[in-house]
């Protein structure tokens, strides 16, 4: 039997990335195009604006539409459609395996008219360009525009982790999603070594996303650890994969431990729908 293939999603994700960028300044067209995608698939666009009154939209929040947990049903429709309407070459994915996934109650990056900042959107556009470019070109300017950006969009509200899935999606080979299922299965000396470990639980333990500098040393340090040491994933996708399936693994044997038991919680994490999760 041919083993089925994974991380398919990749290169559409990328493409789109690319495509959706150069909408950034134009975003009346952009915001008609994705209300006329779920129009012609009869599907309902969630809530994104109080009454759904959208006069802007942000480049994470639109990959979200996709990467929350919704039907794959839907979300094959919803990526269809967007391959059609921009008119991108890349396959249609046959898998989502490594994709972190939304809270669907909370899948916008910002909070809506009236209760978020001015240029909210606005810096997360300048990220979303930034992270495409710095991809590319690892120039000091670069990064000193990456980290400033990045920290402006982490202060602002309805931003935590959620950031760092943001930038896993448009570009899943640079950029480590920290959701609450990787931080579990990095903090696990079941899995990784102490050098890993004390790379992500001061983070994990204050429950605070790292800053803009550190958030690139912790993307390039693993990249190096990932090289250099025999693990099972050898890059981020497959990580971020690998740790969703032993995280699973956990909530089970959990809900077994407390059926036998009957006590309260026990050892799980408690977070994990709290900064959208895989």
């Keep these: 039997m041919e083993e089925e293939k994974k991380f398919t999603w990749i290169n559409f994700y990328m493409e789109f990335a690319d495509r959706l960028l150069e909408y950034k300044n134009n975003r009346t067209e952009l915001i008609n195009k994705i209300i ?17 009154d959208i006069t802007d939209i942000g480049p994470f929040t639109i990959f979200g539409l996709f990467n929350k947990n919704i039907k794959t049903e839907n979300k094959n429709k919803i990526l269809k ?16 395996k490594g994709v972190p996934e939304l809270n669907p109650v909370n899948s916008t990056f910002y909070y809506f008219k009236g209760y978020r900042g001015d240029k909210d959107i606005d810096n997360l556009w300048d990220l979303f360009e930034i992270a495409l470019k710095y991809s590319e070109n690892k120039s000091p300017q670069l990064y000193n525009e990456f980290v400033k950006t990045y920290n ?45 470990i004390n790379r992500i639980k001061p983070s994990d333990k204050s429950n605070t996303p790292p800053k803009g ?4 040393k912790i993307c390039n340090d693993f990249k190096e650890i990932i090289k250099n040491n025999d693990y099972e994933f ?12 032993e995280s699973v693994k956990d909530d089970e ?18 977070n994990i729908n709290n900064d959208g999760n895989y």
């Design 36 to 52: 006329t995608i779920f129009d012609n698939i009869d599907l309902k666009l969630p809530l994104l604006e109080t009454n759904n």
């Design 81 to 96: 459609e967007i391959k059609k309407s921009f008119s991108l070459e890349a396959d249609l994915p046959t898998d989502f």
């Design 152 to 196: 402006n969009v982490l202060n602002q509200v309805n931003i935590k982790w959620n950031i760092t899935m943001g930038l896993f999606w448009i570009r899943p080979y640079e950029y480590i999603s920290l959701n609450s299922r990787t931080r579990w299965y990095l903090t696990n000396p079941n899995f990784v070594n102490d050098e890993i």
């Design 213 to 216: 500098e550190e958030y690139l």
């Design 234 to 245: 050898k890059n981020f996708p497959e990580l971020i994969y690998i740790s969703y399936i």
């Design 253 to 270: 044997l959990e809900k077994e431990y407390k059926e036998k038991k009957k006590i309260g919680d026990g050892i799980g994490d408690s």
